[in-house]
């Protein structure tokens, strides 16, 4: 722990508990928008910071120093996990990751592995302990939710309308099943690691569930998050569930035993609270507000700030993460600015 | 007109009149997924196929006669009336069209020209009444509209986020109001020239605009749709709004002059009903579900088109467009179902 005494707004915030302020974090709050980040990305590739506990912790601490956020979070990518299950990945600048063997049959699932994170990704352990000895800030672990992870795998890299994974989802419900229950296990095995070693909160990425209509989320996915939320619940650990593009599926998010729903822009926050949700909920400005005018920014936060303030259980966040265009100095006025006009 | 009587039930559904079945069309039905398409684009650039009328006309009947649909839409691309204002475009093969020259200023949006469609797009006139002349069904003319046109304009190309576009609009209020002119002029002067050729109804395609916010569709989007829809009543042409991900967005839409909301799988018809939305509407398969097999689809299908018949108004169509991997044979016996299923 840090010579500071340790900040729990957020871990408050995720449990509904009264804070003294609005916790806030920034997804994808170590990047490209900071020098630093891209002065160490010269020397070392995405997966070598990775590997590397002692400059994988000084990425993820560095917007913590920089913002003044109440959370750290891994840094890793949602593909790390995957490598060690016999997943080729490689990371293609201005892409995103490509999988070298794209899943194409109940074979090509059944091929890959279980995880024992302990010994493939001891470096994500090392990482987290490190940042727990640095640290006044709660770490959150993270992991793709199986869907997300799948699209990957099925379409062979990103996509725009993930045809090929919801038909495969469609076509061969066998093998779906399959391949969720395979990533779920990972999901799950990945994340209890990561508590294992000190994480402190962790969030499940479904970036691209979205796409996928209610019915369909419901008979192919749902029983998958249900069952990861469940053992992670054991741990008593607060569980966050992301997705962009979601507002059709928060009802049957509702249901799942997660703590913290992640929002984005596409819905208010008070409209998520009309349909009846009392989770924590975290979010949700549109992160292309970063290029906006002072001013324009500012009534747009505060907004959702008095929005999100009505009841306890809210986290500041974006509804996706920071990009290569916004500012450092953006993002400080910004948390300042939250912790001021939320502060009781 | 051709030899059989003609089919006017899709124009009927857009007025809400009485149908002896549901209509039904799918976005972009003339593509690759069409073997005698690939065959024709061995020979001809998209550029080509589109400046060249009697091949053009031919690529937009091959669905009509190949699927048995009720409307032909005419084979062009969102960016075709934008080369003649003087935007730089390159259609490239699995990204889609790039742009060369940007818009980064006010200066660039100046540059644009205003569109005179009968001088500068004469095949596009051509093709339309050559197709008038061919036809038995209906034939759509189309166009983007200007959030979806203006977010390849600023990105430079497709993108995932549109973060450029919207801080462009957040930032620089008075050159997006200048480029929303310039584009809703451009949108309308090229629809009027299409409608005046002879097409029958009109699509206006806001692929993208989903990513925006209602609060800020509203601000900064709403006013240009409805200065172009307004335009377009004039001319007695049925008119259609389509875009994807934008069940946040359809009480904003419903206060539009706009006759038909097509709309995607993210939200149902009963759902959209429910709003309060009386005006027709187009959908909203979602197209990944042309993969499933056949009783799946037919499921889901028949769920559609028992809420779609609820009342009159009701168009049948896929909720985005048909993608490569898709099948004539599958679209065949879904657009022979539809019809049968819902024959009076």
Chains 1, 2 share one sequence.
Request: glycine content about 8%; hydrophobic content about 40%.
């Amino acid at each position: 722990m840090g010579q500071n005494a340790f900040n729990d707004t957020f871990l408050k915030a995720c449990r509904k508990e009264a804070v003294p302020y609005t916790p806030v974090w920034y997804m994808r709050q170590a990047g490209r928008y900071q020098p630093e980040y891209r002065e160490i990305r010269k020397k070392y590739s995405f997966f070598e910071i990775n590997e590397n506990p002692e400059v994988c912790a000084e990425v993820t601490r560095l917007p913590v120093e920089q913002l003044g956020v109440d959370a750290a979070i891994l840094f890793a990518d949602i593909m790390t996990p995957l490598q060690p299950i016999g997943v080729e990945v490689d990371m293609v600048s201005g892409k995103g990751p490509m999988i070298r063997n794209p899943i194409r049959s109940l074979a090509d699932v059944e091929r890959l592995h279980s995880i024992h994170p302990e010994q493939s990704l001891p470096f994500i352990g090392e990482t987290i302990q490190l940042l727990r000895e640095q640290l006044s800030v709660p770490l959150i672990g993270f992991a793709g939710a199986p869907f997300t992870l799948s699209s990957y795998l099925i379409e062979g890299g990103p996509s725009k309308d993930y045809h090929k994974t919801k038909g495969f989802m469609y076509a061969r419900p066998k093998e779906w099943q399959a391949l969720m229950d395979k990533l779920a296990d990972v999901t799950v095995e990945y994340l209890l690691y990561q508590i294992r070693s000190g994480a402190q909160a962790v969030q499940v990425f479904d970036s691209w569930v979205g796409s996928v209509g209610a019915e369909d989320y419901e008979q192919y996915i749902a029983p998958t998050m249900t069952k990861i939320f469940t053992a992670l619940k054991q741990t008593g650990i607060p569980t966050i569930y992301f997705g962009s593009g979601t507002a059709h599926l928060l009802n049957i998010w509702n249901g799942l035993p997660v703590d913290v729903l992640s929002i984005d822009w596409r819905i208010s926050i008070d409209e998520v609270r009309a349909l009846g949700i009392e989770k924590s909920v975290q979010g949700n400005l549109d992160p292309s507000m970063l290029l906006a005018p002072w001013e324009l920014l500012k009534n747009k936060v505060t907004a959702i700030l008095d929005q999100g303030c009505k009841q306890p259980g809210y986290i500041f966040n974006l509804g996706h993460g920071v990009f290569p265009e916004a500012s450092v100095e953006t993002l400080q006025r910004l948390t300042q600015f939250i912790h001021d006009y939320t502060k009781k």
